[in-house]
């Protein structure tokens, strides 16, 4: 199964009577690779500055993550554990969430592999790491078309 459809079918407990995930992704708190791959100080300092940034907006943040967008909300779910390389965890958790009317921004940015995905809510900014083969289009395209 594709993660994101994990996502959706795990998080249908989540959701309001009649809301749906239009698109989400997996990603973690900026940092977290390079933390995990030997520059842990620099890596800690990123994931620290993005999750505080999270708190601050009042949008947790967990490690691993699905980042999720419906007709009406940016959802942040808690993930269980990976089987492996494109295994997607079961949702958890559902650990933040914003009215789309609260989203600011939704900006997206490659690197390397990946992208780095900046998001504004609130009026405060905190960044995540995110897979080549996620859907971040979908979401930021979800999140444009919702406000218009």
Known sequence: MAAEDKIREGAQ??????EEILAAFVARPRGWTQANAGV???G?????????????????????????????RL???ELGATA?????GDVKAL??????????AIKVKRLLLGKVVTLTVRGE?????????ANVAGVREAYEEARG
Not at 13 to 18: D, N, S, T
């Open 13 to 18: 407990e989540y959701l309001e009577p009649g």
């Open 40 to 42: 842990r100080g620099i």
């Open 44 to 72: 800690q300092k990123q994931q620290a500055t993005a999750t505080s940034g999270a708190d601050a907006a009042g949008f947790s943040l967990a490690s691993p993550m699905a980042l999720a967008i419906t007709p009406k």
């Open 75 to 77: 959802l942040s779910f």
């Open 84 to 88: 492996g390389m494109g295994h997607t």
């Open 95 to 104: 650990v933040g969430e914003a009215p789309l009317g609260e989203v600011d």
């Open 125 to 133: 900014e905190f960044k995540l790491e995110v897979g080549a083969g």
